[in-house]
């Protein structure tokens, strides 16, 4: 990721409130100003993040600095900020997952401490280039693109979420978002989504790593529009070809439904030509996706 580090515009972080728990996922807003509310609201984009920062608690003043990047779910009410997190990714550098431990165990109410930050949006590694989606795809110079797939694995739900929300005023013949994690009962944001997919606004297709009849799924009634993305998902995962003990991802799943000749995605007039793909999840997503 790129950005300054100059904390000249560094937003505190007043307070934060843990708002739902799904499965090892938990919903968080962040507390702060509407002053640098708006200064972050004004330069986030899909595609970007805002980074959590803070100093060496021994010396929170000019210690050094450990950060991690989160996407933005929503920004719904002046000063605050809505996020997902995930336990910290134990393959990532120490000074990241320092500040993804620390925001996950703080309690709900006012920092602790103080000495947490938000740094504005950056652009992501979008396109072999330091860019933002709606630069790309929102533009008159898209040329033949038309169709958007977005791929998502656990806390990057959130960020797909948002780029889903601001693609779908632009038009485009296709907006398909296909989400990998363990079982449906833990998905975040299931009103909304279950709303996209009614109002046929998005194709959703969930791919479950572990399956369990959906009609036994804890946690009250599963939407509609959620059961028929689950379905989606599993026609989608059946089409990729078994290779002994090795598992099903929702990668794999992906590139079977545009490759193969049954595919839903490639029937629907996907292609590697008018389609803008972008992932949201941990690195290793990316890396296996490429």
Known sequence: WFGADCPDDWATVQAINHTAIHGDLVATTLIVSPEDWKKIIENHQPGGVIRIV??????????????????????????????????????????????????????????????????????????????????????????????????????????????????????????????????????????????????????????????????????????RGIVAAVQRGSTARSLVPMTDGKRVYVQHALGADLMSDEGVLREKGAGLENTVFVVCGRMALLEDSY
């Open 54 to 223: 803070h100093r060496d608690p021994t010396n929170p003043l000019s210690g050094r600095m450990s950060e991690q990047p989160y996407a933005l779910a929503y920004a719904p009410i002046e000063g605050e900020l809505e996020i997902l997190t995930a336990p910290a990714d134990m393959s990532l550098h120490p000074m990241p997952r320092e500040v993804a431990e620390r925001l996950r165990s703080l309690p709900s109410g006012p920092i602790r401490g103080g000495n947490l930050f938000v740094n504005p949006s950056i652009a992501g590694f979008f396109n072999k280039e330091w860019g933002f989606l709606m630069d790309v795809i929102g533009g008159s110079n898209r040329g033949d693109v038309d169709r958007l797939v977005i791929l998502s694995t656990g806390a990057g739900l959130s960020g797909a979420l948002s780029a889903v929300e601001a693609t779908i005023p632009l038009g485009l013949k296709g907006i398909h978002l296909y989400h990998g994690m363990r079982s449906v009962r833990d998905l975040p944001y299931k009103k909304r989504l279950n709303e996209l997919v009614s109002s046929q606004e998005i194709d959703l297709a969930i791919i479950e790593s572990s399956s369990l009849d959906i009609s036994r799924k804890g946690k009250g009634v599963v939407p």
